[in-house]
Nanobody, 121 residues
Framework: QVQLVESGGGLVQPGGSLRLSCAAS????????MYWYRQALRKQRELVAS???????NYADSVKGRFTISRDNAKNTVHLQMNSLKSEDTAAYLC???????????????WGQGTQVTVSS
């Protein structure tokens, strides 16, 4: 059994910052790539950023230079530092991870429930 729990969302003014966190718990043997996605109202879910187990990062063009993804392998956590936020960043932000359980031989994809980010004055 694995849980991914996001935190850190909220209401922020344009130009402000938020730091999202996602913690994985359970009988985890290893975590491969970790991701942040977002889904705005009436829009498709989109990939925001990803980070591999050896810290190679990738970002959507819309957030490059403003968002930074990081991870702590010892704590099974991934973070998303969001700066210079814009109204178009308003969305539910979801964490995804490729996780190998103690009882399995293959990595499986797991999702968190999401945390809401609202950018508004």
């Amino acid at each position: 059994q694995v849980q991914l729990v996001e935190s850190g969302g909220g209401l922020v003014q344009p130009g402000g910052s938020l730091r999202l966190s996602c913690a994985a718990s359970g009988s985890i043997s290893n975590i491969n790539t970790m991701y942040w996605y977002r889904q705005a109202l009436r829009k498709q879910r989109e990939l925001v950023a990803s980070i591999t187990s050896n810290f190679i990062t990738n970002y959507a063009d819309s957030v490059k230079g403003r968002f930074t993804i990081s991870r702590d392998n010892a704590k099974n956590t991934v973070h998303l530092q969001m700066n210079s936020l814009k109204s178009e960043d308003t969305a539910a932000y979801l964490c995804k991870a490729e996780i190998l359980l103690d009882t399995r031989k293959q990595f499986q994809t797991h999702w968190g429930q999401g945390t809401q980010v609202t950018v508004s004055s």
